[in-house]
T-cell receptor, first 109, second 117 residues
Framework: GQNIDQPTEMTATEGAIVQINCTYQ??????LFWYQQHAGEAPTFLSY??LDGLEEKGRFSSFLSRSKGYSYLLLKELQMKDSASYLC??????????WGAGTKLIIKP | GAVVSQHPSWVICKSGTSVKIECRSL??????MFWYRQFPKQSLMLMAT?????????EQGVEKDKFLINHASLTLSTLTVTSAHPEDSSFYIC?????????????FGEGSRLTVL
């Protein structure tokens, strides 16, 4: 079957660094997406990885290892506004997104 | 980046009535649009894939006669919740892919919160 695993909840301190992990199993693979979602709002695109390695975009970076079925989202210099749910989604061979349940990130002062 | 507009943002309706939600790609052509629903504290659930000019592909467990999808143009897809009931109250979100048949980035609408009384 197809599934995505990511932690349910994480807590970090303002100004610190946090890594949110995601493992996936899909029928075929066409990339790994990370989205940010604040409560009551639609998800916002953060990153897309289809090749192995690290993609850096400002304070956020995303890493992919296709051989391990593993990705992580790295958030640096955490700000209070980064408190949100972070959704990991893998695209299968039919270009369908398989969504994780999301990781709720709590930032403390 | 590309913009996807969804309307209405909020809608309250009486049980038994139908509600139409529109999803528009404002600055690109979207041959494929996706409709999702999200219940509180749960992840997005794909309801159906909408392809321009053809019938939508529904996910297992989603009633196609209840959730009517029309993708009549390259910039507009509509979701109609027919004979809505309180259990249909949810957050409905559309997304569109910028690109044809490739792994183009997905862009999401603002979402529509439906409350059925």
């Amino acid at each position: 079957g197809q599934n995505i695993d990511q932690p349910t909840e994480m807590t970090a301190t303002e100004g610190a660094i946090v890594q949110i992990n995601c493992t996936y199993q899909t029928s075929g693979f066409n990339g790994l997406f990370w989205y940010q979602q604040h409560a009551g709002e639609a998800p916002t695109f953060l990153s897309y990885n289809v090749l192995d390695g690290l993609e850096e975009k400002g304070r956020f970076s995303s890493f992919l290892s296709r051989s391990k079925g593993y990705s992580y989202l790295l958030l640096k210099e955490l700000q209070m506004k980064d408190s949100a749910s972070y959704l990991c989604a893998a695209m299968d061979s039919n270009y369908q997104l398989i969504w994780g349940a999301g990781t709720k990130l709590i930032i403390k002062p | 980046g590309a913009v996807v507009s969804q309307h209405p943002s909020w809608v309250i309706c009486k049980s038994g009535t139908s509600v139409k939600i529109e999803c528009r790609s404002l600055d690109f052509q979207a041959t494929t649009m996706f409709w999702y629903r999200q219940f509180p504290k749960q992840s997005l659930m794909l309801m159906a894939t909408s392809n321009e000019g053809s019938k939508a592909t529904y996910e297992q467990g989603v009633e196609k006669d209840k959730f009517l999808i029309n993708h009549a143009s390259l910039t507009l897809s509509t979701l109609t919740v027919t004979s809505a009931h309180p259990e249909d109250s949810s957050f409905y979100i559309c997304s569109a892919r910028d690109g044809t048949g490739d792994t183009g980035e997905l862009f999401f609408g603002e979402g529509s919160r439906l409350t059925v009384l």
